[in-house]
Every structure is written in structure tokens, then in C-alpha cells.
């Protein structure tokens, strides 16, 4: 490859997690998939840093001293849509959910594959920079999908999506009023195969964007196709 100049354009990577020996691993590998690391041994330290300058994307353990790492992604989420993973050393759903609700994009449950890891931050950093053509967005009902500001606008206001529940509103409306199924959902949002993360994800991602769908006060809402998937469709005064 080329010598790294200054100013390269490599994603930058922040990653927070109180066991060195993870930063360790995590660093040589993200750093062999052409990312810029930084690492964090307290969720703490990543915020401010965070704070001051901006990264690509965060990857949070959730158990550190200090903030937890779920508190510390509300914290990111008030005030950037960066895609967020998070690392739970526990398979108990609860700390996964909570992870969704926080606003985080992606988990990984300890002990995880590497390069698994690396295959999850390709998909979301693949999302989050696609915001390119400032063409007028989709119109689904009465909101519209706009792929300029990476958002869904009701009345020319934006609802305020993560940059996964675009992904998720986007693949809906491509055919509003039709059934999507989860597999699909999965697949295009997510960008890996079904088997490897929780439909609950597609549930908790939507019962989000509901609610800001809600909050927005516009008609147009996700209803779920029972047994199957989602559809867009418009809602009733």
C-alpha cells in the first residue's frame, strides 16, 4: 500500500474497554483493517476525547469503572448520530436491549471473533458515509427520506434517526404499503446474514423510530406483518 500520509482518510475508531489485553487485540486488528485507533481504558476518558474531537465510530464495553459504557452512548447519542458498538460480557438479553435503547447500532457479546467485529464496523461505517447526493429525498405518506441529511423529515423538520433507523425506514419505504421481512430487514440494514445477530434487534430498532415517528407528530407509521416482517404504511387522523 501506499506510505500513510498525514491526513489520511482512514476511519478513525474509538474504543473504550477496561481489559488491555482487548484494546490490545482490538488495536491490532482494527489497525490491519486500515482504521485509525484510539483506545480508552474508561468510558470517561473516550467521552471527552469524544467530546473535543469527533471520531468515525465508538466501540463501548459496558462494564468499566466510571460510567458505564450504556450511559456513556446516551451520553454520544444527545449529541452525535455516530454509529456505536457495544461490548457486553454478559449473553443476558436485558444489557442487549438496553444496548438498542440507548442508541447503540451494533453489539458484540464477549468473547467475540475479531474479525467478525471487523465485518459489523464495515457495514456501519459503510451506512454512515453514504450521505452524498443532496437530491430531494423519497416521499413515503406524509414524511419524506432524505439521504442528503442521512434523516426522515416530517413538515421539513427532522425526526432525528440514527443512522440505523435510517437505514431500516429507508429499506421500508423503497416499497411503502409492502411487506418487508426481517431476514431482509436484517440483511440490508445490518449488512450480515440473519443467523449472526437477533431479529430482536429489527424489533427494538423499529420500536424506536416509532416513537420519534410519534414524537414528530406525522401520520405515517411502521406496522409490524405478524410472523414476518414490516411495512410502511400511512397512518389514520
Known amino acids: 500500500g501506499f506510505p500513510c500520509m498525514e491526513g489520511s482518510m482512514n476511519k478513525v475508531i474509538y474504543v473504550a474497554d477496561d481489559e488491555q489485553d482487548i484494546l490490545d487485540v482490538l488495536q491490532e486488528f482494527l489497525t490491519n483493517a486500515g482504521y485509525d485507533i484510539k483506545t480508552f481504558l474508561t468510558g470517561d476518558d473516550l467521552f471527552s476525547e469524544f467530546r473535543e474531537k469527533p471520531c468515525d465510530l465508538v466501540i463501548l464495553d459496558i462494564m468499566m469503572p ?28 436485558s444489557d442487549q436491549i ?23 464496523i464495515k457495514a456501519l461505517l459503510r451506512r454512515s458515509g453514504t450521505a452524498v447526493s443532496p437530491k430531494e429525498g423519497v416521499k413515503a405518506y406524509d414524511i419524506v427520506i432524505s439521504d442528503a441529511v442521512h434523516d426522515a423529515l416530517y413538515e421539513d423538520r427532522q425526526i432525528g434517526l440514527t443512522t440505523t433507523e435510517f437505514a431500516l425506514i429507508k429499506c421500508l419505504s423503497k416499497e411503502p404499503g409492502t411487506a ?45 406483518v405478524w410472523g414476518y416482517g414490516y411495512k410502511l404504511e400511512a397512518g389514520n387522523e
Request: hydrophobic share 35%; glycine share 8%; proline share 3%.
Open 180 to 224: 418487508v421481512s426481517r431476514n431482509r430487514l436484517l440483511d440490508d440494514v445490518w449488512g450480515i446474514d440473519a443467523e449472526e445477530v437477533e431479529t430482536r434487534v429489527v424489533d427494538e430498532t423499529v420500536r424506536r423510530i416509532r416513537g420519534k415517528l410519534r414524537k414528530a407528530g406525522c401520520k405515517t407509521k411502521i406496522s409490524a
Open 98 to 120: 438496553r444496548g438498542y435503547l440507548t442508541g447503540g447500532d451494533d453489539y458484540m457479546v464477549k468473547p467475540f471473533s475479531p474479525s467478525l467485529l471487523v465485518v459489523k
Open 66 to 93: 466510571g460510567t458505564d459504557g450504556l450511559s456513556v452512548c446516551k451520553m454520544i447519542r444527545e449529541i452525535s448520530d455516530v454509529p456505536v458498538v457495544i461490548l457486553t460480557a454478559k449473553e443476558s438479553e
